[in-house]
């Protein structure tokens, strides 16, 4: 182990990263600095997100082609575009020339992607196009500049279910590998067509929640239904804590289902259902952590995906997007439902803030050692523990 990792993770805490790993009876959690440390943040982006496949953002938030979006990912700068062709890719958000943060706001793009600093232009697929003066004075083109050397640098990225993934390190295996248990366990519900029936509404469609917490925390907290009674009280009005059961599968993939999930009869929506959602499961609901920071919802007439964005190591944005079923779903007959049900969800995330911004403050306590598990309730936070356990172990091994 290297010095540099010694200092990110102090040795006195390496036996509590390896005690995670062990059964749930006598495991403990991570330690507080993985939750308070800005320099582990950094680490973590480095050596555990980056390692593999990791939301960024969404497809559908590029809304005509030729549009581009910047978007920061734990302090790095990207910038997702949408090509001519229609094509969604991930670029570094840096010239090529002295490293100018490139596009700073979101908008459609009519020529090129000029640089602020000395006019370097770029088409929409990254290519360097424009070198004003580079061999002089009016010499714009110079045979000792090799201008397709240095195009943008692109990132490994696929869209899935609309949101964007990235491999920050390029070497995590193939995307369509990463998510296909998670397709196979939802072929169940939705077919083989049902991630192609989802559309974004522009009503009753997203939310944007500011969290003072790591984002490890909305993740851990997601993955279990044993707060509901006390954090969600209406929520558990129409899916209770007793109808739950834990989900756990392929080291990646944890959360939580519901057999009696009943909005559409408590807030009276009405919405298109997935027409492959089995009719004696139609109150069946599943929540699945895809980690690290993808927390996914379906139900038979909605589904939802939350990207939970690192902002330091203790402030999170958790960005909503909510999708019904086929073009139906999204006519003015259906807005009120709509709403009803985006309310719905905001009530429910908005009630996990005090509960993640409490636990963050307790890791600030040297009363706190990183917890403990309850042997059945905790069962999904402690797998995804175990996953950052062995990615961390992983990285200082390596």
């Known amino acids: 182990m290297s010095n540099v990792n010694q200092t990110i993770i102090p040795v006195r805490q390496l036996e509590q990263i390896d005690s995670v790993l062990n059964p749930i009876t006598e495991a403990n959690g991570m330690p507080n600095e993985c939750y308070t440390s800005q320099e582990y943040f950094a680490f973590e982006r480095d050596q555990v997100l980056g390692k593999t496949w990791t939301c960024v953002g969404f497809a559908s938030d590029l809304v005509k082609n030729g549009f581009v979006k910047p978007v920061s990912f734990m302090d790095l700068p990207l910038l997702m575009m949408r090509n001519k062709d229609g094509e969604v890719q991930v670029f570094h958000n840096v010239c090529s020339h002295r490293g100018m943060q490139l596009v700073h706001e979101a908008g459609e793009v009519q020529g090129m992607i000029r640089c602020p600093y000395h006019s370097w232009t770029y088409d929409l697929n990254g290519n360097l196009k424009g070198t004003p003066h580079v061999g002089g004075i009016a010499k714009h083109k110079d045979d000792r500049f090799k201008c397709e050397k240095h195009g943008l640098k692109a990132l490994r990225s696929a869209v899935w279910m609309d949101m964007v993934f990235v491999n920050l390190s390029g070497d995590a295996a193939p995307f369509e590998e990463h998510i296909a248990p998670l397709e196979t366990r939802w072929k169940e519900f939705l077919g ?8 974004r509404a522009n009503m009753g469609g997203h939310l944007e929640i500011e969290v003072a917490s790591n984002w490890k925390l909305t993740v851990e907290n997601y993955c279990e239904a044993y707060h509901l009674p006390w954090v969600h009280p209406a929520l558990n009005t129409y899916s209770k804590l007793e109808d739950h059961y834990n989900i756990m599968f392929e080291e990646r993939f944890a959360g939580q289902g519901s057999y009696k999930y009943n909005l559409s009869d408590t807030a009276g929506t009405h ?6 959602w089995p009719e004696e499961k139609l109150r069946h609901a599943e929540y699945v952590a895809l980690f690290p920071n993808v927390l996914l919802g379906i139900q038979a007439d909605h589904a939802f995906a939350m990207m939970i964005d690192p902002i330091h190591a203790e402030k999170t944005v958790e ?41 963050q403050k307790g890791r600030h306590s040297p009363g706190f050692g990183g917890g403990v598990f309850s042997p059945e309730m905790d069962l999904p936070t402690h797998f995804f523990q175990k996953w950052l356990a062995n990615q961390v172990k992983a990285a200082l091994e390596a």
């Not at 919405?271 to 492959?276: D, I, N, W």
């Not at 019904?324 to 995330?349: H, I, M, N, P, Q």
């Open 319 to 359: 960005n909503l997007r909510l999708y019904y079923v086929g073009d139906e779903a999204t006519k003015d007959e259906y807005a009120a439902c709509r709403t009803a049900t985006l309310e719905s969800w905001r009530v429910v995330f908005g009630e996990d803030i005090g509960a993640v911004e409490g636990m």
């Open 271 to 276: 919405l298109p259902k997935f027409p492959s």
């Open 192 to 199: 083989e067509d049902g991630l192609g029936l989802l559309r």
